[in-house]
């Protein structure tokens, strides 16, 4: 059963030759990573010990990977559309 399911698979790879997949968030990069594990790391201390300066600190956590993730995905975008125009001006599909 095992083998001809991996011919079967083969095959298919052979015939169709699958492309790499891009990754669906490319404007996602380690700044972004990191600000989001200290969002985290504020929102277990906030869970942990319910304090008005916990809360606080976790909010400004919050809002501050908000903004660095929401200006990274900005500027990936445009840089996309500023991409895509230059092709469309060179006539290039």
């Known amino acids: 059963m095992a083998h001809i399911k991996q011919t079967i698979i083969e095959a298919a790879n052979e015939s ?3 492309q790499n997949m ?3 968030n490319e404007w996602w990069d380690e700044e ?3 600000i989001i594990a200290q969002k985290n790391e504020a929102r277990r201390k906030y869970l942990q010990i319910k304090t008005r300066a916990s809360r ?3 909010e400004a956590s919050r809002t501050e990977a ?3 993730c929401r200006r990274k995905k900005h500027e990936w975008i445009n840089n996309k559309i500023k991409h895509i125009e230059e092709l469309n001006d060179k006539k290039e599909t």
Do not use: M, P
């Open 32 to 34: 972004c990573r990191q």
């Open 56 to 58: 606080e600190a976790y």
């Open 66 to 68: 908000n903004r660095v």
């Open 16 to 18: 169709i030759q699958t």
């Open 22 to 24: 891009s990754t669906r």
